[in-house]
């Protein structure tokens, strides 16, 4: 698996108006609170990028999922004609820091090893 040497926070995927797409453990994808099958996907990134200036899309795959089934849609949505896709994790906090996660990651592609 792709490791980040330097993380960086993305506050932007905590804003309500967000886009973000979830892999879940068995492979099911969700945009925003919709269930949507992988190839249907772009069709409906394009359209809610229609009306938005910033063009990014944050992902959050669940750390069981399938590479393949991620790879696929990072692959979509880039096809929805998104450049800047935000890769999210989260990060592994001890003691008393350990509260809420925070929305952490890499643009896609970005200082992996």
Request: aromatic share 4%.
């Amino acid at each position: 698996m792709a490791k980040v040497n330097s993380p960086i926070p993305m506050p932007d995927a905590d804003k309500e108006d967000s886009l973000l797409v979830a892999i879940m453990r068995d492979g099911q994808i969700y945009f925003g609170t919709d269930r949507v099958k992988a190839d249907e996907l772009t069709a409906k990134v394009k359209d809610r990028l229609a009306n938005k200036v910033d063009k990014r899309v944050f992902i959050k795959a669940d750390a069981r999922a399938k590479y393949g089934g991620v790879v696929d849609v990072v692959d979509n949505v880039r096809s929805a004609g998104v450049d800047d896709v935000g890769l999210l994790t989260e990060q592994i906090q001890t003691g008393a820091a350990a509260k809420k996660p925070r929305a952490t990651g890499a643009p896609a592609g970005a200082g992996a090893q």
